[in-house]
């Protein structure tokens, strides 16, 4: 998570969030939250894996 500027937690975010690449058991995923006023506040991203174990 990165923060670009100030903001009040307590007050409203918009936050939106994407999924630009998902193949393979890996994901990615990016977000951004803005104010009411429509100031970008913060960006985060995560990676993701997923394996589902072989049934036995």
Do not use: C, K
Not at 32 to 52: F, K, N, P, S, W
């Amino acid at each position: 998570m990165w923060w670009h500027r100030f903001a009040r937690v307590d007050e409203w975010l918009l936050y939106v969030q994407e999924s630009p690449n998902a193949r393979g058991g890996r994901g990615l995923a990016t977000g951004r939250m803005y104010t009411r006023d429509g100031i970008l506040v913060a960006t985060v991203t995560q990676e993701i894996m997923i394996r589902v174990p072989e049934a036995t």
